[in-house]
């Protein structure tokens, strides 16, 4: 899969068909967030071409934003019955994301009663629960505690790799990129 991108004085061209992780890196304000809400179709003024259209894009924004009257679990089955799972199986499947991103116990809670790095797990849960295509992760694990951090990060990546999905994340941490790493991830730095 190819991208070619522009909006603006931002311009990206990325080849992602041997990689399953590309990251996006650089200072504030250069427009790692803008590219990808550009590549998840949330900016009309950009021009992407596509070579290959991925079929459903997954996207996590910095500031997760989960349905406040639902419960984790229901949040994150919300995009399995968006695609047309059934509830039951939708409810399953995201009680097994939950576990994956290990706040399972917590998936009764609705997104006030946690915290707000235990809200993105639920937003990465939610991210990859319709089996997407492409991925789209803007500072994936920035508030997730130190303690938890590396784990979660583990548990992803390898989510991801085993699914075949195409990710492109952007982060300040370099160990982000170091982890994904291990499975050949180009580096983009956006000036």
Sequence with gaps: MSIAFRRGELELDVDIADAPFVALTGANGVGKTSALRCLAGLEGAADVVWSDQPQRIGYLPQRVMLYPAMSLVDNVASSL?????GRDAATRRATELLDVVAIGDLGRRRPHEVSGGQRQRAGLARAIAASPDLLLLDEPFSAIDANSRSDVRARIIEHIAASGAR???????PTDIAAAAALTVPVGTVN
Excluded: S, Y
């Design 81 to 85: 019955r968006f695609v047309g799972v």
């Design 167 to 173: 990710c492109i994340f952007a982060t300040h941490d």
